[in-house]
């Protein structure tokens, strides 16, 4: 097997990621890791990209 094959196979295998949105919805409650006193934080609004 040469180098150019198995760094193509290699490449082919970083390809393969499974189909999982990025993104938190509107609404969403989220928990919080910090000290800030608040246990879950609700997104209310997004604001541009």
Do not use: F, W, Y
């Amino acid at each position: 097997m040469s180098k150019r094959s198995r760094a193509v196979a290699a490449v082919g295998i970083l390809e393969r990621r499974p189909d999982l949105p990025r993104t938190i919805n509107v609404g969403s409650l989220i928990p919080c890791a910090d000290n800030s006193g608040a246990q879950l934080l609700k997104i209310i609004q997004v604001h541009g990209i």
